[in-house]
């Protein structure tokens, strides 16, 4: 019981948003994502709970399609497009939730 009240909060994704050039994902504590690059597809590691899905979004006039997965303990987000990409990520706090915004762009 007491390791329970000394224990934070699990991380968990609470929604996903399509922004221009990017995603806007909401958690309930702070994120810290892990970035990865694969063949040109952009991938952030997040320790995290939430629910699979994917979409699609438009970087620099292109579509791309991304897709949340669940690997193990990790979520895994994924874009991939026509050609490479390469992000930026950044947390803020906003109103007691966590907002980790995601920009991208062709290499």
Do not use: C
Request: a positive charge.
């Amino acid at each position: 019981m007491i390791g329970r009240l000394l224990q934070p909060d699990p991380l968990w994704l609470e929604q996903v948003n399509v922004r221009e050039q990017g995603l806007e994902l909401w958690f309930n504590v702070e994120p810290t994502p892990r970035e990865e690059h694969a063949g040109g597809v952009f991938i952030l590691r997040l320790q995290s709970f939430g629910r699979q899905q994917q979409g699609q979004l438009q970087v620099q006039g292109r579509l791309a399609n991304w897709r949340l997965q669940r690997e193990r303990k990790d979520l895994l987000l994924r874009v991939v497009a026509a050609r490479p990409l390469r992000g930026e990520w950044r947390a803020e706090e906003v109103d007691g939730r966590w907002r980790l915004l995601v920009s991208l762009m062709e290499q």
